[in-house]
């Protein structure tokens, strides 16, 4: 069976500094991925998606970037935090393949709750 | 650009009665509509979905039908019990990202009580 794991579950970061967030996904291969983020009380946001290694699309111009070094591995990076940028950072992701009642689904992971102080 | 739009944005029910939540899409090409359920500090989850070449799905007390004319899918709790009580998204998926990607709803805040 796939999972799909974030972490940290929580952070807490100054203003000013830099920001590593990792989303890895077992049990399947050749994933599309996903970063959302939602503030509180609010709607999902997609910032990036990725449909390959190094294949990276911006949703929404930002001080945040992300890189997809393997297939499996999806980072959430910024190098300095804006108190806008907290919020709940969700990874998700959706089997990029035809394979039998997963081709279209897609699925998110727990989540990081960032706090920019 | 593409668009969901999901109402109503609250709903409260008491347990027992039914519920139902609305989304309209723009996106005419748009031919996969999933719904998530979102508890507090949790991340979204995938309750029921449904394809466009289909009307209605049901999965126990869970139903969602798509209206492809009008451009517009609901979903449907029956017998609503406590643990209902959550945030719900509506998506489409259609042309945008070459269909890879999910345009949400705003979410609808479900309040079931005892």
């Known amino acids: 069976s796939q999972t799909i794991h974030q972490w940290p579950a929580t952070l807490v970061q100054p203003v000013g500094s830099p920001l590593s967030l990792e989303c890895t996904v077992e049990?399947?291969?050749?994933?599309?991925l996903y970063w959302y983020r939602q503030a509180a009380g609010r709607g999902l946001q997609l910032l990036f998606y990725s449909v390959g290694i190094g294949q990276i699309s911006s949703e929404v111009p930002q001080n945040l970037s992300a890189s997809r070094p393997q297939d499996r591995q999806f980072i959430l990076s910024s190098k300095k935090l804006l108190l806008s940028d907290s919020g709940f950072y969700l990874c998700a992701w959706r089997s990029g393949s035809m394979t039998r009642g997963l081709y279209n689904e897609q699925f998110f992971g727990p989540g990081t709750r960032l706090t920019v102080l | 650009g593409e668009n969901v739009e999901q109402h109503p944005s609250t709903l409260s029910v008491q347990e027992g009665d039914s519920a139902v939540i609305k989304c309209t899409y723009s996106?005419?090409?748009?031919?996969?509509f999933p719904w998530y359920k979102q508890e507090l500090g949790k991340g979204p989850q995938l309750i029921i979905d449904i394809r466009s070449n289909v009307g209605e799905k049901k999965d126990q007390r869970i139903a969602v039908t798509l209206n492809k004319t009008a451009k517009h899918f609901s979903l449907h709790i029956t017998e609503t019990q406590p643990e209902d009580s959550a945030v719900y998204f509506c998506?489409?998926?259609?042309?945008?990202?070459?269909?890879?990607?999910?345009?949400f709803g705003a979410g609808t805040r479900l309040a079931v009580h005892p």
């Open positions: 049990g399947t291969s050749n994933p599309n």
């Open positions: 998506a489409a998926r259609g042309l945008s990202g070459g269909y890879n990607k999910l345009i």
């Open positions: 996106d005419s090409a748009s031919n996969y």
